[in-house]
């Protein structure tokens, strides 16, 4: 009878746990698991968040059309982010063309900090939807020229200092991460998962918060 009134609580309380969605956290370190859903960093990148955050970084390409295509669920995952998670995006450089388009990215986050011209969309836009080529100066200078910047912005963004410490970050971020693909998402350094480790963009949000609150302990 004992046995039986144990059977039926425990049936009872799983039925809850499914219908709240309030799921126990140990089935969720059962669900992700090292070496399947997300990897160690070993050793961990030095992160630029403050102290008490969590930096949670993507690693993308503009040429590349999955990490354009995952931008609706890195705008999800911004849009609900916990209040302790520092996000950034670090261009790759694993090629001389991968290089130019890090530069494309960071004259454009240094012409447009605060992404109210949403120039970052814009660069996307333009190599995905519109094929066009932005792979040197003078057609770096005529994009951004459209874009109601001056030639002497785009030429003092990419002779700045600024560009020098940014690229040397990015050639960490990506050698230190042993990423040889893109997109990938890394979490404070010491993690690394991606779309092709999960069987869906939702599932890789379910990764990224559970390494973060991991994090955040």
Not at 177 to 188: L, T
């Amino acid at each position: 009878m004992k046995r039986a009134l144990s059977h039926t609580l425990g049936f009872m309380m799983a039925a809850l746990f499914a219908l709240t969605g309030c799921i126990p956290e140990s089935s969720h370190a059962e669900e992700f698991k090292e070496g399947t859903q997300y990897v160690t960093i070993s050793p961990a990148i030095p992160t630029q968040a403050p102290a008490g955050k969590v930096e949670v970084t993507e690693l993308f390409w503009y040429g590349c059309p999955h990490c354009y295509s995952m931008e609706p669920t890195i705008n999800a995952f911004l849009s609900k982010k916990p209040d302790n998670v520092v996000f950034q995006r670090v261009p790759a450089t694993l090629s001389p063309r991968w290089v130019y388009h890090a530069k494309l990215f960071y004259v454009g986050q240094m012409l447009d900090p605060d992404g109210a011209k949403h120039v970052h969309t814009k660069i996307f836009e333009a190599i995905q939807k519109q094929r066009r080529q932005i792979n040197d100066d003078a057609s770096m200078t005529r994009f951004f020229v459209e874009l109601g910047f001056s030639a002497d912005q785009v030429k003092n963004a990419l002779n700045s200092m600024e560009m020098k410490a940014m690229m040397a970050r990015a050639d960490e971020v990506g050698t230190k991460s042993k990423a040889d693909s893109v997109p990938v998402i890394i979490v404070n350094g010491k993690y690394r998962t991606s779309p092709s480790m999960v069987s869906s963009e939702d599932k890789l949000l379910q990764v990224i918060n559970y390494l973060v609150k991991r994090e955040s302990k």
